[in-house]
């Protein structure tokens, strides 16, 4: 239910016009207004500020033709974003699982080779040469 | 013939469509020279603004993409708008908005460039042939209110938008809107408090 209080924002802000006022509040402010003088009141104070602002003089007819305005502008270039910028904007969730995916190859591959280099040397590689038989001593 | 939306029109305007960014701006031209005038108060300003806003419409066309709309915007909805053309309108009128206060916040001219830019505000464009005594009051109560008051004023009283609609064009809150919108409404109460009585009204 609207209060007074917050009839009277309502009416500050918005005027005396019901069709000014925000629409999920229409119904029960106009309600508040049946019911009650003081809320009546504040909306024939309003309205006669309404009546001012309807004397506001209106803006002249535009100078500017539209045909001329837009063919002059559109001379100039356009601003396009660069693809790159585009596909991270547009496909946020496709490159966060590439990279995930690229940097678990990678760490994989790294791992993997590490590993094969501490698995001993190959089984055709020469036997290692014994100092003591080419030492002259 | 379907009417193309404005969502539809910027898309081809993104592609280079000439015509479609004409159809737009013929769309767009008069009420947004009108909102402009109304917060700068000047015509010259005003259209130079519009230029700028255009200018950038056309140049972000390519990226631009509409933003969802508030599922709570029956104002719009109640204005019988489609969500794509509402959404270019709060666009278009943001950049709009934002290059009036801008141009406050540049540095003001002096000497005889300050000269002739008060010669130019005398010519401000406002229809001449409807001007009477309260008209002129009206008018010169305004412009002294602050520029983002007078921006709220114009959006949602004299051009009809929701609160919502009006909030985003000017990146605030509704209760900053509203804030705005009570401070210019007491401020024209104080300065036409006499236009008023005598009208019997109130």
């Known amino acids: ?137 | 013939m379907q009417e193309d939306s404005d969502d539809a029109l910027m898309r081809r305007a993104g592609s280079g469509d000439k015509a479609a960014f004409a159809l737009l701006v013929r769309r767009h031209l008069a009420r947004a020279t009108a909102l402009a005038q109304r917060i700068t108060g000047n015509r010259s300003d005003a259209e130079e603004i519009v230029q700028e806003a255009f200018l950038r419409c056309w140049q972000k066309a390519p990226e631009w993409r509409p933003v969802e709309r508030p599922a709570n915007d029956r104002a719009a909805n109640d204005r019988g708008e489609d969500g794509a053309r509402a959404q270019f309108g709060t666009w278009l009128y943001r950049v709009l908005v934002n290059l009036c206060l801008d141009r406050r916040r540049r540095p003001q001219p002096v000497g005889i460039e300050a000269a002739e830019t008060v010669a130019d505000s005398a010519a401000d464009g406002f229809d001449e042939t409807a001007r009477g005594e309260t008209s002129r009051r009206v008018q010169a109560a305004m412009a002294q209110l602050p520029e983002r008051q007078r921006a709220a004023l114009a959006l949602c009283y004299f051009e009809g938008l929701g609160n919502i609609e009006a909030a985003a064009t000017l990146d605030i809150s509704i209760g900053a809107l509203e804030s705005l919108l009570v401070r210019a409404r007491r401020a024209l109460r104080d300065a036409l408090g006499d236009l008023a009585e005598e009208g019997g009204a109130g």
């Open chain 1, 1 to 137: 239910m609207t209060r007074l209080a917050r009839f009277r924002d309502l009416i500050g802000a918005y005027g005396a016009d019901p069709r000014r006022w925000p629409p999920d509040e229409r119904v029960e402010a106009e309600a508040l207004l049946a019911r009650s003088p003081e809320a009546a009141a504040l909306q024939r104070t309003a309205a006669a500020l309404d009546a001012l602002l309807d004397r506001a003089p209106a803006p002249a007819t535009p100078r500017l033709e539209a045909a001329t305005l837009a063919a002059r502008i559109s001379l100039a270039p356009q601003e396009r974003s660069r693809p790159y910028l585009f596909l991270l904007r547009s496909q946020d969730k496709f490159w966060i699982r590439a990279v995930g995916l690229a940097a678990a190859a990678i760490i994989g591959f790294v791992v993997g080779t590490t590993q094969m280099a501490d698995l001993g040397e190959p089984a055709n590689s020469p036997a290692p040469i014994d100092v003591a038989e080419i030492s002259p001593w």
